[in-house]
Nanobody, 118 residues
């Protein structure tokens, strides 16, 4: 079973930045679409950003222009750069692989907590 380990979360002020990392144990990481998800208190988990096998990216409207997803297939790692953070970005962030139906493929990791507060 593939495992993922997310890191890089923490406390940031509004307008600040954080960089999240997610390392996968998959030995064929490059063949997977990868996504960053977040779950705010009392809300459902949502796909925030995705990156395909060829590097194509997609974002939900509320983070476009502020978040950047990238991947390093040699390190089996996907990143999420969070800039211009807002209080509404406060959530637990997770990564996972997904298929063409946007169904997740791996077991969820522990996630990394992002708190945006002054």
């Amino acid at each position: 079973q593939v495992r993922v380990v997310e890191s890089g979360g923490g406390l940031a002020q509004p307008g600040g930045s954080l960089r999240l990392s997610c390392e996968s144990s998959s030995t064929v990481f490059s063949i997977y679409n990868m996504g960053w998800y977040r779950q705010a208190p009392g809300k459902q988990r949502e796909l925030v950003a995705g990156i395909g096998t060829s590097g194509d990216t997609d974002y939900i409207e509320s983070v476009k222009g502020r978040f950047t997803i990238s991947r390093d297939n040699f390190k089996n790692t996907v990143y999420l750069q969070l800039d211009s953070l807002q209080a509404e970005d406060t959530a637990d962030y997770y990564c996972n692989a997904y298929n063409s139906y946007r169904s997740i493929l791996w077991q969820w990791g522990q996630g990394t907590q992002v708190t945006v507060s002054s």
